[in-house]
């Protein structure tokens, strides 16, 4: 399978925080990364295994890389450990600055808009995907 048939990774969404986000990636600082696991129910997007590859999207739509899949979790928002937090490779220090972060964006219309719930909110026991991965292909 070439880098142009592999299923995406998009991280955020267009614009600056997936700028930054896929810079991380390309850097090797970001090696983790989070989802609500509400977002895959909602629309029947299947769970990324270990082993499975994606291509890293821009803002652009164009791919920049390819990454594996290097481990899945499911877990309570409240289970989310300094050692995940670490390696999502945005600077949080804490699982509270990142939860505070995480918090903003899940709340954000953007994500609201996706999941078709103007009143999201997510608490301890909402659901989250931790995705572990590594940079295979760097470039585009």
């Known amino acids: ?3 142009h048939e592999l299923p995406a990774a998009e991280f955020g969404f267009p614009g ?5 986000l896929v ?14 696991l509400l977002s895959y129910q909602r629309t029947g997007t299947p769970l990324p295994e270990a082993g499975q590859r994606r291509a890293v999207l821009d803002s652009a739509g164009r ?14 928002l409240a289970e989310v450990d300094l050692q995940h937090v670490l390696d999502e490779g945005e600077g ?6 990142w939860r505070t972060g995480h918090e903003e964006f899940w ?3 953007q994500v609201r808009a996706e999941l078709g719930d103007p009143g999201f909110t997510v608490d301890d026991d909402t659901l ?4 572990r991965f590594r ?4 470039g585009g």
Do not use: N, W, Y
Not at 16 to 20: I, K, V, W
Not at 63 to 76: A, C, F, P, Q
Not at 128 to 131: P, T
Not at 135 to 138: G, H
């Open 1 to 3: 399978m070439t880098e």
């Open 16 to 20: 600056p925080l997936r700028d930054r």
């Open 23 to 36: 810079a991380a990636i390309l850097a090797g600082a970001k090696t983790s990364t989070s989802a609500l």
């Open 63 to 76: 791919s920049v890389g390819v990454i594996e899949i290097t481990g899945v979790r499911v877990l309570r």
């Open 92 to 97: 949080d220090e804490t699982v509270a600055q």
């Open 107 to 109: 709340h954000s219309p």
């Open 128 to 131: 989250v995907l931790a995705q």
């Open 135 to 138: 940079l295979v292909t760097p």
